[in-house]
């Protein structure tokens, strides 16, 4: 599942007022309520019996250390990559470039790409970032977690990446869904303690 989040992305947490940045912590508060909400929707990925006893998701408290722009470098020549899931089926995925940032002073680097069949359908990139890290399989899903991320600046040299807002795949609630499977390069040493938490 997409999840869309409405960002602040005219917010960079460094010179902000104090109502700004509360005002920030709020609107991702109320994204994960209307979360919750879509969770007890038909459209659910929630098992019959886990509909009847949810009372929402599980969330880190939101951490504006963990939303920043990240130093974005596209490839010279990206290539489609073959993306594996939880199932036999894959997905053709372009490759586009990497993202460079730091967590707690040690050097993180993610690689960026967007789906080839929706690009070609819709003419817009779709910017996904599968990954895991160090609370993987401890605090968080250990199938890893999703990114989303789509806004831009410095000539596409930055790009905002906002960890508040990372999800668990489908393959978190219902084992009959089909997930992509972050890569192995997009582990990154350090806990991302930010987003959402394991289901259970």
């Known amino acids: 599942m997409k999840r869309v989040f409405g960002i602040f992305v005219v917010l960079f947490f460094m010179g902000c007022g104090a109502d700004e940045i509360e005002a920030y912590k709020q609107k991702i508060i109320t994204q994960r309520k209307e979360t919750n909400q879509e969770f007890l929707s038909d459209n659910s990925p929630l098992e019959e019996a886990d509909k009847v006893n949810f009372v929402g998701l599980n969330y880190y408290p939101v951490n504006t250390d963990f939303a920043f722009w990240a130093d974005y470098t596209i490839y010279e020549a990206p290539d489609t990559f073959v993306m594996p899931t939880t199932t036999e089926r894959t997905i053709l995925m372009m490759k586009e470039g990497f993202l460079d940032f730091k967590v707690n002073e040690i050097q993180c680097t993610l690689q960026v790409f967007y789906d080839v069949e929706r690009f070609l359908q819709e003419g817009e990139k779709s910017y996904f970032v599968p990954f895991s890290d160090e609370t993987s399989g401890f605090d968080t899903y250990g199938g890893g977690r999703y990114l989303e991320v789509d806004s831009l600046k410095d000539n596409n040299s ?43």
């Open 158 to 200: 930055k790009m905002w990446i906002d960890f508040n807002t990372v999800y668990n795949p489908y393959c978190a609630y219902n084992h009959n869904f089909s997930c992509p499977l972050p890569p192995k390069e997009n582990h990154l040493n350090v806990k991302i303690e930010a987003g959402e938490m394991n289901f259970h």
